[in-house]
Each structure stands twice: as structure tokens, then as C-alpha cells.
């Protein structure tokens, strides 16, 4: 979606598609702009919610099987299991997507890591086709004047342009561009904390070699789960950088995480748009 900036301010229903890496800002924006008047749509939270809803009960269901006293407990009814995810608690999803390694250390086997990858980038395809639906539940239920999408930071791997045009055909595409200290700051947050996290197929096989020779190890199940999250991380950060950058130039618009850091309110955020519309 393409307009001067005089016409996004004078737009009655503003609606923005948030890209960028996760721990750029976008929740927190999202969550401030709740506060006024618009609909937060959280790509990762349809996904989980719905399109990987049964997957990720499956996936605790085994695990809970394994344990006799609730193993019995599941196969008489007495109990249940369902996933209480949010906008703001997505971990069933990333315990679902998993790490790949030593399955001793919790690591997941090659072909099974992927058939999970490739289940999320499929939910992730489907959760972007529904945003057109959403923008319109937004005003027509929900009663909402604004909409803003909060995508994954996968959304630019997903290698279907048709996603892409998807989102720019209804709404404003933003990416959150991480300033030099805030991109040390992200990759310092994921080697400290290393979480679960989608990588193309493509890429996932050229750095799994990579790694592996570097690290000599002849078998997936020698990995430690951990420490290839934190090796591949960087490299994916930087990967996934100029694809966002290509996104934002061809569908829209551009603003640093500094710019975002100092976001507070409705009416900052929607200048701060109108500000990156007229530099482009």
C-alpha cells in the first residue's frame, strides 16, 4: 500500500504490517496502539491458535504420554490438554518448532525438525492470507478503526512473493530496521537465551554443513541443541536483513528501532509514519 503521507494521516482506517526480527519493538508498539483504537492481529498467535493448534497439542500429548501417571490419566478422559497461548505467551509455538540435535538435550531429529519447519512456514503463508479478513472483522465486529498486523520475523523467508504483494495490496508494510547497537544487543538476547526459530530449508543446509565441520561432528544427534542456536543465529540475522530491506523498498516503508524506541502514543506512531513516507 502506497500513499503520501498526507493521505495516511487523513485515512479513516489505518492499517500496518509490522516486519522485522523478533525483540525489535513490534509487540510493544502493538501493545501501545491498543490502547487506541486498534486491532492488534499477532501473526504467531493465529498460527498457534489455529492453523498449528492441533500440532502442538499432539506434540504435548506425546510428551505427556510418556509419563505413566498421566499417560493413564489421558487414556481414561479424566483429564485434557489444551494450549493457553496469547499475543504475549506464544512459547506452545516455539516448544512445537523445537531445536534440532541431541535428543538427550531435547534436540529433534533432522527429517522430524524439518517437518516442522515446514508446517510452520505453511500456518505462517496461511496467517498472512488472513490478515484482508481480519483488517475487515476489525471495523465490521470488532468495531476497531485501526488495524495492525504483527508479523513474525520469518514473514521474509517464506519465498512467496504472492504473500508479500497479499500484505502491501491491503495494508502499509513497515520494516523496523535494527540500529548497529541494537542489532549487537538482539544477537547477544539469543546467545544468551537461545529460542527455537525457522530457517529456509535452503539456508538450514548450508550452514548445518558448515557447522558441523567446524565443530567436527559426523551425526545430527552429537549437536547440542543449544549451541547451534546460538552459532546460526548471527548468521541468520544477517541472512534475513537484506531480504527485509528488499521488501520494505519495493512495497514500503522503512523506520530504525531507535525511531521506534521512542514511539509512546497513537499520535507518535502515526507521525513517525507519515515522517518515513516522505523520505522514501
Known amino acids: 500500500m502506497q500513499l503520501s503521507p498526507q493521505a495516511f494521516l487523513d485515512a479513516e482506517h489505518k492499517s500496518v504490517t509490522l516486519l522485522g526480527m523478533s525483540g525489535v519493538g513490534k509487540t510493544r508498539l502493538a501493545s501501545i496502539l491498543r490502547q487506541s483504537d486498534w486491532f492488534h492481529y499477532s501473526g504467531d498467535y493465529r ?16 510428551q505427556a504420554m510418556q509419563v505413566p501417571f498421566l499417560r493413564d490419566l489421558l487414556q ?18 516455539s516448544s512445537f518448532m523445537g531445536k534440532l540435535g541431541n535428543p538427550e538435550q531435547d534436540g529433534l531429529p533432522l527429517d522430524e525438525f524439518k517437518r516442522r519447519q515446514r508446517l510452520h512456514r ?3 503463508i496461511c496467517a498472512m492470507n488472513d490478515v484482508p479478513a481480519f483488517v475487515q472483522k476489525a471495523h465490521t465486529i470488532y468495531g476497531y478503526k485501526h488495524f495492525i498486523n504483527d508479523a513474525g520475523g520469518s514473514v521474509c523467508e517464506l519465498d512467496d512473493p504472492r504473500v508479500i504483494e497479499h500484505l502491501a495490496e491491503h495494508t502499509l508494510i513497515l520494516y523496523i530496521q535494527a540500529t548497529k547497537e541494537d542489532e549487537a544487543n538482539l544477537i547477544q538476547r539469543a546467545e544468551s537465551d537461545p529460542k527455537p526459530l525457522y ?50 523498498e519495493q512495497y514500503g516503508y522503512t523506520i530504525s528501532t531507535a525511531e ?9 506512531f502515526v507521525s ?7 523520505r522514501k
Open 47 to 62: 498460527i498457534g491458535t489455529h492453523y498449528l493448534d492441533e500440532a502442538i497439542l499432539d506434540n504435548i500429548k506425546l
Open 76 to 93: 481414561s478422559d479424566s483429564i485434557y490438554i489444551c494450549n493457553n497461548i496469547t499475543a504475549d505467551h506464544l512459547k506452545p509455538v
Open 122 to 124: 505453511d500456518a505462517e
Open 199 to 248: 530457517y529456509r530449508e535452503a539456508f538450514l543446509d548450508e550452514q548445518l554443513g558448515i557447522y558441523m565441520a567446524e565443530r567436527e561432528l559426523d551425526y545430527i544427534a552429537l549437536i547440542d541443541p543449544d549451541d547451534f542456536v546460538r552459532w546460526v543465529f548471527p548468521r541468520l540475522f544477517h541472512a534475513r536483513i537484506p531480504r527485509y530491506e528488499a521488501i520494505a
Open 260 to 268: 521506534l524506541a521512542q514511539v509512546n502514543s497513537e499520535a507518535d
Open 272 to 278: 513517525l509514519v507519515a515522517r518515513a513516507i516522505e
